[in-house]
């Protein structure tokens, strides 16, 4: 049986993993929850599950919650606040970690539990884009195994030799013959709207994902394909490949989840139903693979299969953000950092659809930070960056 604690439990990633643990209770249990605020569905998980520990983002939620828990007589123990959370990444009794918290707030969760040797099923992608070789080269040096869940990169994993699956972000593909990592995106919602019709669009209609159900910021990221950016820079440390490796296709239907091409031409594709389960199942039960009443893909249902490049002039992030990946880490960190207080302004209706990618160049040509060689350098990096951001948003809305 696999211990299991989940950094972001009420979450999207969350609530599908504890679906999938409540389905094989023979399988995994839960040790640890940690949420930011949300103390009522924590309750409920609490009252499911019994975790032996919780943590919530600040005392407040942490004080709602166990005065919930003593009403029922639950004895899970609830602990608040970063140092916390860290804490119950590292806990001795843990097997595997699920990183499923959202943006920078989860790095310093996951490398504690990176430094714990425990096996990581990473969702921050954010834990990789801000600081990619401190995270890898603590996982080298630390014995922890990393498991990737979003769709694209679990699909990746999925067809990629066993001994790049054990030892990802250090074996080169051409060992394996690799010629291609390719990366499908499904373009979100808007990937046939005009450059114009762009700058017209509300926050409700950007959280609308025709294919996933997701939070708010990583919809409004996938509308903008800064996402797929983002996943560009976790696909080049997570399979160690060289810029010409990796390719980018739209693929609006969602069925095709990645691919890998090799030099004898054979083409390898990881292909389903748009459900986050698959590939969290798959982390999660590694090496074997698990049932859990998933939906399975009807060919005959299925019209066509469309596949083309994306158009970097109607998305502009997703150009952005590979480019800024050669400029350094500094460079990464500084364009997360942007880019997650643009698209709170954008949701919180500060800034246009189209002010996202002006603050996002802005901030990336105007700032100067030498390259970071400790997390704390990153830290900083992106808090500087950040009071930088919301100046300009500040500048726009007034």
């Known amino acids: 049986m696999k211990k299991i604690t989940i950094l972001g439990s009420t979450g999207s990633i969350g609530v599908n993993a504890l679906s999938i643990i409540k389905k094989n ?53 609830v602990l608040f606040g970063e140092k916390d959370i860290c804490k119950l990444a590292a806990l001795k009794e843990t097997d595997q970690v699920i990183s499923a918290i959202v943006g920078i707030a989860g790095l310093l969760p996951t490398l504690s539990a990176i430094y714990a040797g425990k096996a990581i099923l990473l ?28 769709s694209e990169h679990n699909a990746i994993f999925q067809v990629l ?20 990592i390719i990366l499908t995106a499904s373009g979100g919602p808007f990937y046939k709207f005009s450059s114009s019709d762009l700058s017209q669009i509300t926050p409700k209609q950007a959280c609308f994902h025709p294919n996933w159900s997701m ?30 490796e990796i390719k980018i296709l739209i693929h609006p239907e969602s069925i095709i989840h990645s691919m890998v091409q ?35 893909l009807n060919f005959s249902k299925i019209c066509n299969f469309s596949l083309c490049e994306p158009n970097f002039i109607q998305f502009p992030c997703l150009k952005l953000a590979i480019d800024c990946f050669s400029q350094g880490q500094a460079a990464m960190t500084t364009l997360n950092a942007t880019n997650e207080i643009a698209v709170e302004a954008f949701l919180n209706s500060q800034i246009s659809f189209t002010d996202i990618y002006k603050i996002n160049i802005e901030i990336l040509t105007s700032a100067c930070f030498m390259e970071p060689h400790s997390i704390e350098d990153v830290l900083e990096i992106d808090r500087k960056t950040r ?12």
């Open 25 to 77: 209770p023979n399988l995994f249990k839960v040790v640890a929850l940690v949420a930011n605020i949300n103390v009522a569905v924590m309750f409920k998980q609490c009252k499911l599950f019994s975790p032996d520990w919780v943590a919530m983002g600040d005392e407040k939620s942490a004080q709602k919650l166990k005065k919930k828990l003593k009403n029922k007589n639950i004895k899970t123990e």
């Open 123 to 150: 969702a921050n992608k954010e834990s990789l884009v801000t600081c990619g070789h401190l995270f890898m080269q603590a996982l080298n040096l630390s014995g922890a195994k990393i498991f990737p869940i979003d």
């Open 161 to 180: 030799p066993l001994e790049i699956q054990k030892n990802l972000g250090v074996v080169p593909l051409k060992k394996y013959n690799i010629k291609h």
């Open 215 to 244: 939070g708010k910021k990583i919809s409004v990221d996938s509308a903008t394909m800064m996402n797929k950016g983002l996943e560009y820079a976790e696909a080049r440390w997570l399979f160690n490949a060289l810029e010409s």
């Open 262 to 296: 090799y030099y004898d031409g054979a083409l390898l594709a990881q292909l389903s139903v748009p459900d986050i389960r698959i590939s969290l199942s798959y982390a999660m039960s590694w090496p074997d693979r698990i049932s859990f009443e998933a939906p399975f």
């Open 387 to 398: 009071i930088l951001a919301k100046n300009k948003v500040s500048s726009l809305v007034c």
